[in-house]
């Protein structure tokens, strides 16, 4: 008999296929099973259209009288753009419903179990949690900490160079490199650079379908993905290809923005010291923007201040098979560290080739190094 880890197993599978799609949505997946078969399942696709729970009660029709749910993440209680999933689930006759994990969404939060609970429906939670919070780190840090997650993506060369001294740094990494990127854009709801990226390589940092191998390519390409150009003084060149995308945003620091004019959005945000933007700041502003995932691509200087200043949850780097040299620019710029106990700490997550370059992804240990 297939037991419950079973059956959320493939619902979360099932979600998987809204990763780049989704967003501002989570991504959730349901299976709705009667005497140990799926009568019904399906995902979240994109924001405004079903929720997995409605196709997979439309999909069971009457077998759903009686059945158990598996849902990846607490049905909804609120009416948003498509109706409450607890009460579709209940009016379908669904008599237990087993969820990966709660919402954090301040609007549900517990409210869809109790909804459930009230109305008879036996309701079992939590399973496979983390799992089920691995499928949408950006929907839950946002809601519980008022941030989103943050990904740094770098390439290097083996001796830990990113750029040539005159900033030329294309192409460090091979073609099968440069398009697992998309996959790391595609999920994002946001991305960032800084304005001496822009100047060094005039970047689009777009989602290019024929370089995307995923499901749903053509839609996760056209989704709205803009890119904050974190720019204190306002540098940029006005020609510059990622300020003339009226989707993206230029940020600036206070009262740079005066008397300018760009085919792009302005966005004032507040200096750490009058000639940085403060990133902390600018975090909270993308997360009132209802971004989930952001995904930083710049160099060595803003990667720095990422790791520096403890706002980078996830690091992914890609290393090529080449040496660049002493007088190459260095990965991350970081402060001189006089102790072992003061080193920033990683753990190393996923480590695998990409073509002939190697892809590493680590995030923040919280054990620290003694010396």
Avoid at 31 to 40: P, R, S, T
Avoid at 91 to 108: I, Y
Avoid at 163 to 179: F, H
Avoid at 202 to 230: C, F, G, W
Wanted: proline share 4%; aromatic share 4%; glycine share 8%.
């Amino acid at each position: 008999m297939t037991d419950d880890s079973d059956f959320m197993a493939r619902a979360i599978r099932l979600a998987e296929k809204g990763l780049y799609t989704t967003d501002p949505n989570p991504r959730v997946g349901c299976i709705i099973v009667k005497d140990n078969h799926v009568v019904g399942q399906g995902y979240h696709l994109t924001a405004g259209e079903g929720h997995a729970e409605a196709i997979a009660i439309a999909q069971a029709g009457d077998a759903a009288q009686g059945a158990t749910a598996y849902v990846t993440l607490e049905p909804c209680s609120f009416h948003g753009r498509t109706p409450s999933c607890a009460r579709a689930l209940i009016e379908a006759g669904v008599n237990r419903v087993v969820a990966a994990m709660m919402d954090p969404h301040e609007k549900n939060a517990g409210a869809g179990f109790q909804i459930l609970t009230e109305a008879g429906v036996e309701v079992s939670t939590p399973l496979l949690e983390s799992s089920a919070r691995l499928l949408n780190p950006g929907h839950v840090k946002r809601h519980e900490t008022g941030l989103p997650y943050v990904r740094l993506k770098l390439a290097m060369s083996l001796d830990g160079k990113t750029a040539l001294a005159n900033g030329d740094s294309q192409w460090i990494t091979g073609e099968e490199a440069r398009r697992d990127v998309q996959k790391l854009r595609a999920r994002s709801s946001a991305i960032v650079t800084g304005v001496q990226t822009v100047i060094d390589d005039d970047p689009n940092m777009t989602v290019r379908q024929n370089e995307l191998d995923a499901e749903h390519s053509e839609l996760a390409a056209a989704r709205k993905r803009p890119v904050y150009i974190l720019d204190p003084a306002l540098r940029v060149n006005a020609e510059a290809s990622v300020v003339n995308n009226p989707d993206n945003v230029l940020v600036c620091i206070p009262g740079m923005a005066a008397d300018k004019s760009f085919n792009c959005r302005l966005l004032e945000i507040e200096g750490d010291d009058r000639k940085r933007i403060c990133l902390r700041s600018l975090l909270q502003q993308l997360a009132l923007e209802n971004c989930n995932e952001v995904l930083f691509e710049c160099g060595g200087t803003l990667g720095g201040k990422l790791i520096e200043q403890g706002l980078c949850d996830e690091l992914v780097i890609y290393m090529a098979p080449r040496i660049m040299g002493s007088n190459a620019r260095s990965l991350l710029n970081l402060p001189e560290i006089d102790t072992m106990g003061d080193l920033f700490d990683m753990k190393i997550t996923d480590f695998r080739f990409i073509g002939d370059d190697i892809r590493i992804t680590a995030v923040p240990n919280q054990t620290r190094i003694e010396s």
